[in-house]
């Protein structure tokens, strides 16, 4: 785990709400200099505390009306099986986020398509043709209650 000072956090605190914020206005608000603003910056994104500088897009405005949750279970849990299903379910663009769970599913995946024929249709390609998929159960999102990434810090 990455040691982090109160400027660090408050730093991370900015930039994970709005990471346009420019490195002069961060360090008027933390009581540092842009420079070592910006050192830090680099050191955490180096060390991988910061993972990706992003836009955050709603999938509403692009088409994508249909969020849903799928949870997976696989037929063999063999270590070489698992992976397989791990950079499967990376590839498909579709899937926004997936995650290898404990409980009776193996995997819990989060989908946003623009129809549910096209989701019919991403189903196919990601269980159906898969042999080491036992089954797959789908839960259709009604509302975006709350969206985040956010660490509480």
Same mark, same amino acid.
């Given at each position: 785990?990455? $040691? %982090?000072? /109160? *400027?660090?956090?408050?730093?991370?605190?900015?930039?994970?709400?709005?990471?346009? +914020?420019?490195?002069? @206005?961060?360090?008027?608000?933390?009581?540092?200099?842009?420079?070592?603003?910006?050192?830090?910056?680099?050191?955490?994104?180096?060390?991988?505390?910061?993972?990706?500088?992003?836009?955050?897009?709603?999938?509403? $405005? %692009?088409? /994508? *009306?249909?969020?849903?949750?799928?949870?997976?279970?696989?037929?063999?849990?063999? +270590?070489?099986?698992? @992976?397989?299903?791990?950079?499967?379910?990376?590839?498909?663009?579709?899937?926004?986020?997936?995650?290898?769970?404990?409980?009776?599913?193996?995997?819990?995946?989060?989908?946003?398509?623009?129809?549910?024929?096209?989701?019919?249709?991403?189903?196919?390609?990601?269980?159906?043709?898969?042999?080491?998929?036992?089954?797959?159960?789908?839960?259709?999102?009604?509302?975006?209650?709350?969206?985040?990434?956010?660490?509480?810090?």
């Amino acid at each position: 785990m990455e $040691k %982090l000072d /109160k *400027f660090d956090l408050d730093i991370l605190t900015i930039i994970q709400k709005d990471n346009s +914020i420019i490195q002069r @206005d961060i360090g008027k608000s933390v009581n540092l200099s842009a420079a070592a603003v910006q050192r830090r910056i680099k050191k955490m994104t180096v060390s991988g505390v910061i993972q990706s500088n992003i836009a955050v897009i709603d999938p509403l $405005k %692009l088409g /994508k *009306f249909i969020t849903l949750f799928v949870e997976v279970e696989l037929e063999s849990e063999k +270590i070489e099986l698992i @992976d397989e299903a791990k950079k499967k379910f990376k590839n498909f663009l579709e899937v926004q986020q997936c995650y290898y769970v404990t409980g009776k599913a193996d995997f819990v995946l989060i989908i946003v398509v623009p129809t549910m024929a096209d989701y019919e249709k991403l189903t196919r390609a990601l269980f159906f043709e898969d042999n080491n998929i036992k089954r797959f159960e789908t839960f259709v999102g009604m509302d975006r209650v709350k969206v985040g990434l956010d660490v509480q810090l």
